[in-house]
């Protein structure tokens, strides 16, 4: 059977490049996977609150959809997705009280209680298909290609949800280095790129992200790597604001993980939308021989 | 047994309703339209097609020992017993003011004109209330990754009567935001019809003028007979390729 596929609103308007990419890899490396036919924003923030119970509706009603298909397993590729999905589902496995409360408010749905379980491709490719026969399907490895993982927050906290060790994770060093890239490891590669700050606090923002690709780059790090649209936002998109704001800050190429792990598997560069990136994305893995020309 | 077939006039048996929480006996076959008119109302709003389709009648009700909030549109629910209702022939719910032809029909004009979309929270009261059973917390979870043919789709048996903006926890104006996609859908996002343009083409070109000018300076007896004695008629068993012998006025 099919793993469920929950792909989040992004994916589908400003990070198409997200998804498009991951769909493409995944169909090389045979992972089956069929988008729900019926889902709903899953709000991207999981509340703080204890008892804001209203936005844990929206996810739950994702997994209903799941369950109710019969499938046991969701797939997520945007890591705030991964993170809110993840979060209800812990709370209506562990919380007795609060599972009621949301499934008797949600009165039109069947109960739920936890059953399926919420991964994302990159433990899904880790703990499921594992690193070497990834490795195996490799066309275009990233050979001489200095990255540098950026985990951000959502992946892996809190605990209940984490992909990895909060503080000395390996997993997308691992990712990177089965794709042949030489990884780069960096101290920021956990911290905050300013996330939704962005709209309140746009300098805060703007400063937190520059200390992430200053980072990095300090390090030796060619490009980064990353799993969410929020971080592509902060760091990708407005990196201008930040190259005009620092003297001396220098042009960071960002890639989603997904865009990497498609081209490595020789997946074409079309395919993977790089038009939605920094022009420098595409252009630094046709210098490095890892496509042969940049999309028009 | 007689062997003529009597026919006896059967009264309706009366039952109590609440409208506005007063009590009346109504015969338990009308509608709730009907009914309010039975008791003595006079629709002057909250009333137009009579036939389902205007959405000026929507009506709330509960029963009683039940929790759940129901509706229905006035001229189509047939009245329950001890059922409590008031109708809701309109809601207030903003609605953007925009030149359509000045939009390119992509979805970060309706997030803009709409920016209240992301307030939604699949709570899913809009659905729960909606009389023509449109799935509205399906078409505003497309419009928010947007999708917004699906929403079109989805939103498409929409009447405009408001009940879903009624019960909306993020105070969506739903049926507005629908009524746009669906705007845009067919205006930008429908392939458009070649065979239309051929017609339009061959009106103005006058094609049809002549068979026109016939047909109006007819009178009523040479249209009779032409409706009746020369008309063409499709035989019952026609299949899909029929296509009448005389074919200069198609
Ligand atoms: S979608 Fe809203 S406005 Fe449209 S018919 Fe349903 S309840 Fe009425
Ligand atoms: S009632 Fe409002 S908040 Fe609830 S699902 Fe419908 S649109 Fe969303
Ligand atoms: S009067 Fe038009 S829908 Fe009831």
């Known amino acids: ?296 | 047994m007689s062997t003529t077939t009597e026919q006896t006039a059967v009264e309706a048996k009366m039952i109590p309703i609440y409208v506005m929480g007063k009590k009346y006996e109504v015969p338990e076959t009308l509608t709730i339209m009907k009914a309010l008119e039975y008791a003595g109302y006079k629709y002057i709003r909250g009333c137009g097609c009579r036939g389902g389709v205007c959405g000026a009648c929507s009506t709330v009700y509960r029963k009683p020992g039940d929790y759940k909030i129901y509706t229905g549109l006035a001229c189509q629910t047939v009245v329950e017993p001890e059922m409590y209702l008031t109708q809701l022939p309109f809601y207030p719910a903003n609605r953007a003011t925009y030149d359509f032809h000045a939009l390119e029909g992509n979805p970060e004009e309706i997030f803009g004109l709409y920016p209240e979309l992301f307030r939604c929270v699949a709570c899913n009261a809009c659905s729960k209330v909606c009389p023509m059973d449109v799935e509205v917390m399906d078409y505003i979870a497309a419009l928010k990754r947007g999708d917004i043919a699906a929403a079109a789709q989805i939103s498409f048996d929409c009447i405009q009567c408001g009940l879903c903006a009624s019960r909306c926890m993020g105070e969506l104006p739903q049926y507005h935001i629908g009524q746009l996609a669906r705007r845009i859908n067919g205006a930008y996002l429908t392939p458009r019809a070649e065979h239309l343009a051929t017609m339009v083409a061959n009106i103005e070109a006058g094609r049809y003028t002549e068979c026109l000018n016939k047909l109006k300076s007819a009178d009523e007896d040479e249209l009779k007979r032409l409706y009746t004695e020369e008309r063409e008629l499709e035989p019952a068993q026609a299949g899909e390729d029929w296509t009448p012998k005389e074919n200069v006025c198609l």
């Open chain 1, 1 to 296: 059977m099919s793993i469920a596929y929950y792909p989040g609103c992004t994916l589908k308007t400003k990070g198409k490049n997200l998804e498009k990419s991951a769909l493409a890899a995944m169909e090389v490396l045979g992972i089956d996977v069929e988008e729900l036919p019926r889902w709903n924003c899953c709000g991207a923030v999981y509340s703080l609150a204890d008892d804001d119970l209203i936005h844990v509706v929206a996810p739950v009603r994702d997994l209903v959809r799941v369950a109710e298909r019969g499938q046991d397993t969701v797939i997520t590729l945007c890591s705030m997705c991964y993170n809110t999905l993840a979060r209800a589902n812990d709370l209506m496995k562990n919380d007795e009280e609060k599972r009621k409360t949301i499934n008797d408010f949600m009165d039109e749905e069947p109960d739920y209680s936890g059953e399926v379980r919420v991964v994302h491709l990159l433990d899904y490719l880790r703990d499921e298909y594992g690193w070497d026969k990834l490795k195996e399907k490799l066309k275009s490895p990233l050979n001489g290609m200095k990255v540098a993982p950026y985990y951000g927050c959502t992946l892996l906290r809190p605990k209940e949800v984490a992909l990895d060790h909060p503080d000395r994770p390996v997993l997308m060093h691992e990712f990177l280095e089965t794709l042949g890239a030489d990884v780069v490891d960096f101290p920021n590669a956990m911290e905050c790129c300013g996330s939704y700050q962005v709209l309140g606090n746009p300098d805060a923002a703007v400063e937190v992200s520059h200390e992430i690709l200053s980072g990095a780059a300090e390090k030796g790090a060619e490009a980064l790597a990353l799993t969410c649209p929020l971080c592509d936002f902060n760091l990708g998109k407005r990196q201008d604001i930040i190259l005009e704001k620092y003297e001396g800050a220098s042009e960071v190429p960002i890639y989603y993980f997904t865009q990497l792990l498609a081209v490595a598997l020789g997946v074409a560069p079309e395919e993977c939308h790089f038009e939605l990136n920094r022009d420098s994305a595409a252009q630094l893995l046709k210098d490095k021989n890892i496509i042969s020309a940049v999309p028009a």
